[in-house]
């Protein structure tokens, strides 16, 4: 099956900092979306993108599919931005099940 | 979000004791999941009901019983767990069944067994 593999596995920041988080893919994919879990479990869709680029204020997503690689950026990171990065995504080959990555955990600090 | 709601958000149990965790979404979706998150582990897909009807059952020990009683509520009854069951286990919902749709989630139950 399709392989997500996300990096880097661990990032630690201070605030005000910038970041990139990656997302690679081994197969086509329908869909990818890219979620945030924050430290007391709650997740969040941030981006449904399966191609191009989308911002939500400090925010923004690429997926460029045809090179089966996503990338989240944080600018001018916060400590309420600290938590779990997830990224899903949709193998074309199966449009049910969003297979997850194993996730990039960030830690701001003040 | 309070869109998805989960209860109790924190649950103790031993082997033997049966116990229920429940999930309500007031988004007016007809999709309702079920996943459990481990540490180290992927998300784990669970159960997957459409009009709530089961569409998946990801190969999930006998032990976890999903019940759908309507589109609205969900669910999974729990008997003789093990330890290794101990995680966070986790509501999802969604317009439409499959992966195509947005999901929200709730914020999940600490399950842990002893």
């Known amino acids: 099956g399709i392989q997500v593999e996300q990096s880097p596995p661990d990032l630690i920041l201070q605030e005000g900092a910038n970041s990139t988080l990656r997302c690679n893919f081994s197969?086509?994919?329908?869909?990818l979306q890219w979620f945030h879990q924050n430290p007391w479990g709650q997740l969040i869709n941030l981006f449904y993108?399966?191609?191009?680029?989308k911002q939500n204020g400090r925010l923004s997503a690429t997926t460029v599919a045809t090179e089966r690689y996503s990338l989240l950026y944080i600018s001018s990171s916060q400590t309420t931005d600290s938590g779990v990065y997830f990224c899903?995504?949709?193998?074309?080959?199966?449009?049910?099940?969003?297979?997850w990555g194993l996730g990039t955990s960030l830690a701001v600090n003040p | 979000e309070t869109g998805v709601t989960q209860t109790p958000r924190h649950l103790v149990m031993g082997m033997t004791n049966k116990k229920s965790l429940k999930c309500e979404q007031h988004l007016g979706h007809n999709a309702m999941y079920w996943y459990k998150q481990s540490a180290k582990k992927p998300l784990e897909l669970m159960f997957v009901y459409n009009f709530k009807e089961q569409t998946e059952n990801n190969s999930v020990p006998s032990r976890f019983s999903p019940e759908c009683p309507n589109s609205s509520h969900l669910f999974l009854h729990l008997h003789t767990l093990q330890p290794e069951d101990s995680a966070l286990y986790l509501c999802a919902s969604s317009p439409r069944w499959g992966g195509q749709d947005t999901q929200y989630f709730g914020p999940g139950t600490r399950l842990t067994v002893l």
């Open positions: 993108i399966p191609s191009g680029t």
């Open positions: 197969d086509s994919v329908n869909n």
């Open positions: 899903a995504v949709l193998n074309a080959g199966n449009n049910r099940k969003l297979i």
